[in-house]
C-alpha cells in the first residue's frame, strides 16, 4: 500500500514538472495551435532564373529560402514567392501573408492572408488581393504602422514589367469583416523611385497614450516636360482620413544635373551590363555639406559578383545576386557571404558621370528605411583623389616597392601587381587592393584575382621611407593580430 502511494505520489510530480516545462517554454502554443512554420519573419526566394543561385548550406545556419512552406497548401498552378508570418492582433496563433504568382497571361504578384479559425481548430485562406509587382525577385513584405493608429499596414514593395517600381499598401478593415479583412489603400507604380517619408512621433504615442502624425509617401518619376533626362518629379501621397486612402497631394519639380545627354541615354538605356559596367568602381559617401567621407565607402565589382560595404571600421561583403535596370539607374538584389539570412536591396540613380544616390533596403524583416547609415550621395573615388578631397588615409596609391614577395605595383586604379622570380622564369600574380582605417589602425586588404575569397588584410607600420605589412584578422572582436613575421616594402628609387 505504502508502495502504491509512493508510486502515485512520484508520477504526481513527475507530472507536475512537465506541466512547468510545457507551459514555461511556450510549448502549448505549438500543442493548442499547430502551425507548419518556424520562421517570425518574412522569407524572400528568388524564382525563375535566379533559382539555380545556392544560397550557402553550411550547418548551423538558418537558411532563408528553406521554409517555404505555408499554413495549408496553396491550390495549383500557384507558386510561392515570399511569405511573411506576424502575431495576430486579435489572438494568439500567427496570421500568414503570402506572396505568390499564378498562371495567369499578366504574371501578376498576388498576396494571400491565411488566419487561424478558432472553431474549426485549423487555418483558413481568408481573402487575396493583387498587386502592380511582376519580378519575382524584386520583393520584399513587411508591416509598418504608417497611419499612425497602431494597425500595421501590410507593405508589399517590388518592380514591374516595364521596370518601373511599385507599392502595395493594405490596411486591416476596423469591422473585421469576414470577406474583405483588409483594404487596399496605396497602389503607386513609377518609373523612379517610392519611399516612405516618415516622421517623429510624439512621446504619448511612443508610450502608446494617442495616435501618431501619418506618414507620407514620395514617388520620384520622370519630368516628361524636360528635355533633361535627370529631371525629375516628386510626388507626394498623404492619407486621407475620410476617404481612408493614400491621394495624391502634392507634386514638384526637381532639376536633375546637366550633363551630356547622348551618354547620358546610352548609360540608361537599360542595355545589359552598360550601368553595371559604369558603377564598377570604389565609391565615397558624401554628406550633404558635400564634403568627402573616408571612413565610407562601397565598392562594386560585377566581374566577381561583389559588393564591398566599409564602415564603422567593418567590411561587408554581399554577393551581388542579381540587378534590374531602371529608369535612372539599377536596382540590385544582394546576399551578405557570411550572415545568409541577410539581405541587401540596393536602389542606384546616377546623379552625374561621376557620382550615384543611392537607397538601401536591409533586410525585409525590417522597416523600408532599416538601413540610413548607406543611403545618401557617392562620388567616384577617382575624382575624389585628384581634387585632394580624400582626408586620412587614400584607399589607393600609385607607386611601386620591393619586398620578400617580389616587385609589387600599386596602380591608382586599385590593382596591383606582385613580380617575381628571374628573368627568364617571371611569374605576376595580380589582384586588387584598398587602404583603409579600422580602430585608429591604417590597413591594406589584398585580393588576389585568382581564389577571390582568399582575402588579406595587413595593418600598416611606416618605419621611416619603409613600410611594414603585418598579417592581421578583421572581425567582430576588432583587429587581431596574426603575428606572422611582417613582409617589409621599401620603395623603388626611379
Given at each position: 500500500?505504502?508502495?502504491?502511494?509512493?508510486?502515485?505520489?512520484?508520477?504526481?510530480?513527475?507530472?507536475?514538472?512537465?506541466?512547468?516545462?510545457?507551459?514555461?517554454?511556450?510549448?502549448?502554443?505549438?500543442?493548442?495551435?499547430?502551425?507548419?512554420?518556424?520562421?517570425?519573419?518574412?522569407?524572400?526566394?528568388?524564382?525563375?532564373?535566379?533559382?539555380?543561385?545556392?544560397?550557402?548550406?553550411?550547418?548551423?545556419?538558418?537558411l532563408r529560402d528553406e521554409s517555404l512552406s505555408t499554413k495549408i497548401p496553396m491550390?495549383?498552378?500557384?507558386?510561392?514567392?515570399?511569405?511573411?508570418?506576424?502575431?495576430?492582433?486579435?489572438?494568439?496563433?500567427?496570421?500568414?501573408?503570402?506572396?505568390?504568382?499564378?498562371?495567369?497571361?499578366?504574371?501578376?504578384?498576388?498576396?494571400?492572408?491565411?488566419?487561424?479559425?478558432?472553431?474549426?481548430?485549423?487555418?483558413?485562406?481568408?481573402?487575396?488581393?493583387?498587386?502592380?509587382?511582376?519580378?519575382?525577385?524584386?520583393?520584399?513584405?513587411?508591416?509598418?504602422?504608417?497611419?499612425?493608429d497602431r494597425n500595421n499596414c501590410i507593405i508589399v514593395t517590388g518592380m514591374n514589367?516595364?521596370?518601373?517600381?511599385?507599392?502595395?499598401?493594405?490596411?486591416?478593415?476596423?469591422?473585421?469583416?469576414?470577406?474583405?479583412?483588409?483594404?487596399?489603400?496605396?497602389?503607386?507604380?513609377?518609373?523612379?523611385?517610392?519611399?516612405?517619408?516618415?516622421?517623429?512621433?510624439?512621446?504619448?504615442?511612443?508610450?502608446?497614450?494617442?495616435?501618431?502624425?501619418?506618414?507620407?509617401?514620395?514617388?520620384?518619376?520622370?519630368?516628361?516636360?524636360?528635355?533633361?533626362?535627370?529631371?525629375?518629379?516628386?510626388?507626394?501621397?498623404?492619407?486621407?482620413?475620410?476617404?481612408?486612402?493614400?491621394?495624391?497631394?502634392?507634386?514638384?519639380?526637381?532639376?536633375?544635373?546637366?550633363?551630356?545627354?547622348?551618354?547620358?541615354?546610352?548609360?540608361?538605356?537599360?542595355?545589359?551590363?552598360?550601368?553595371?559596367?559604369?558603377?564598377?568602381?570604389?565609391?565615397?559617401?558624401?554628406?550633404?555639406?558635400?564634403?568627402?567621407?573616408?571612413?565610407?565607402?562601397?565598392?562594386?565589382?560585377?566581374?566577381?559578383?561583389?559588393?564591398?560595404?566599409?564602415?564603422?571600421?567593418?567590411?561587408?561583403?554581399?554577393?551581388?545576386?542579381?540587378?534590374?535596370?531602371?529608369?535612372?539607374?539599377?536596382?540590385?538584389?544582394?546576399?551578405?557571404?557570411?550572415?545568409?539570412?541577410?539581405?541587401?536591396?540596393?536602389?542606384?540613380?546616377?546623379?552625374?558621370?561621376?557620382?550615384?544616390?543611392?537607397?538601401?533596403?536591409?533586410?525585409?524583416?525590417?522597416?523600408?528605411?532599416?538601413?540610413?547609415?548607406?543611403?545618401?550621395?557617392?562620388?567616384?573615388?577617382?575624382?575624389?583623389?585628384?581634387?585632394?578631397?580624400?582626408?586620412?588615409?587614400?584607399?589607393?596609391?600609385?607607386?611601386?616597392?620591393?619586398?620578400?614577395?617580389?616587385r609589387i605595383q600599386f596602380f591608382a586604379s586599385g590593382e596591383y601587381t606582385i613580380?617575381?622570380?628571374?628573368?627568364?622564369?617571371?611569374?605576376?600574380?595580380?589582384?586588387?587592393?584598398?587602404?583603409?582605417?579600422?580602430?585608429?589602425?591604417?590597413?591594406?586588404?589584398?585580393?588576389?584575382?585568382?581564389?577571390?575569397?582568399?582575402?588579406?588584410?595587413?595593418?600598416?607600420?611606416?618605419?621611416?621611407?619603409?613600410?611594414?605589412?603585418?598579417?592581421?584578422?578583421?572581425?567582430?572582436?576588432?583587429?587581431?593580430?596574426?603575428?606572422?613575421?611582417?613582409?617589409?616594402?621599401?620603395?623603388?628609387?626611379?
Open positions: 500500500m505504502i508502495k502504491n502511494s509512493l508510486g502515485i505520489f512520484i508520477g504526481v510530480i513527475i507530472a507536475a514538472v512537465i506541466l512547468i516545462i510545457i507551459l514555461a517554454t511556450g510549448l502549448w502554443k505549438h500543442i493548442l495551435y499547430p502551425k507548419t512554420d518556424t520562421h517570425s519573419g518574412p522569407i524572400i526566394i528568388t524564382p525563375g532564373e535566379l533559382a539555380a543561385i545556392n544560397i550557402s548550406s553550411q550547418p548551423g545556419q538558418i491550390q495549383d498552378g500557384e507558386t510561392v514567392i515570399a511569405v511573411f508570418n506576424r502575431d495576430s492582433e486579435d489572438g494568439i496563433p500567427e496570421e500568414q501573408f503570402v506572396a505568390y504568382t499564378s498562371a495567369s497571361p499578366d504574371r501578376r504578384i498576388n498576396i494571400a492572408y491565411l488566419s487561424y479559425d478558432m472553431a474549426e481548430n485549423q487555418y483558413k485562406r481568408r481573402w487575396n488581393e493583387s498587386t502592380s509587382a511582376t519580378r519575382a525577385e524584386t520583393i520584399t513584405m513587411f508591416s509598418q504602422d504608417l497611419i499612425g514589367a516595364k521596370n518601373e517600381h511599385t507599392m502595395t499598401i493594405l490596411k486591416r478593415r476596423p469591422s473585421q469583416a469576414a470577406n474583405e479583412p483588409f483594404q487596399k489603400i496605396a497602389e503607386i507604380q513609377i518609373d523612379g523611385s517610392i519611399i516612405i517619408q516618415e516622421i517623429t512621433r510624439s512621446v504619448a504615442y511612443q508610450q502608446g497614450i494617442t495616435t501618431g502624425a501619418s506618414f507620407n509617401i514620395a514617388a520620384y518619376g520622370q519630368d516628361n516636360l524636360s528635355n533633361n533626362l535627370l529631371d525629375q518629379i516628386e510626388i507626394i501621397y498623404s492619407f486621407n482620413t475620410g476617404s481612408g486612402v493614400y491621394e495624391q497631394t502634392r507634386v514638384s519639380r526637381i532639376p536633375g544635373s546637366q550633363i551630356e545627354q547622348r551618354r547620358l541615354r546610352e548609360l540608361l538605356s537599360g542595355a545589359p551590363g552598360v550601368f553595371e559596367n559604369y558603377i564598377n568602381d570604389l565609391w565615397y559617401f558624401v554628406s550633404p555639406e558635400g564634403t568627402v567621407d573616408s571612413r565610407q565607402y562601397i565598392s562594386f565589382d560585377p566581374s566577381s559578383k561583389e559588393i564591398v560595404f566599409f564602415g564603422d571600421g567593418a567590411l561587408q561583403i554581399f554577393h551581388w545576386q542579381s540587378s534590374t535596370p531602371t529608369r535612372y539607374g539599377l536596382y540590385i538584389r544582394s546576399q551578405n557571404i557570411s550572415i545568409t539570412t541577410l539581405l541587401r536591396f540596393i536602389d542606384i540613380e546616377l546623379v552625374s558621370l561621376d557620382s550615384i544616390k543611392l537607397r538601401v533596403v536591409e533586410d525585409v524583416r525590417l522597416r523600408i528605411v532599416a538601413n540610413t547609415s548607406w543611403d545618401g550621395a557617392y562620388r567616384r573615388i577617382r575624382i575624389a583623389i585628384q581634387q585632394d578631397t580624400v582626408p586620412s588615409v587614400r584607399p589607393s596609391i600609385n607607386t611601386q616597392y620591393d619586398s620578400t614577395w617580389g613580380t617575381s622570380g628571374s628573368f627568364a622564369n617571371t611569374a605576376v600574380k595580380k589582384g586588387h587592393y584598398v587602404f583603409f582605417k579600422a580602430e585608429n589602425h591604417e590597413l591594406l586588404e589584398m585580393r588576389p584575382e585568382e581564389g577571390s575569397n582568399n582575402r588579406m588584410i595587413y595593418r600598416v607600420d611606416n618605419t621611416g621611407s619603409r613600410i611594414s605589412l603585418a598579417r592581421v584578422r578583421l572581425g567582430t572582436n576588432g583587429v587581431q593580430d596574426l603575428f606572422e613575421t611582417p613582409v617589409i616594402l621599401t620603395p623603388v628609387e626611379n
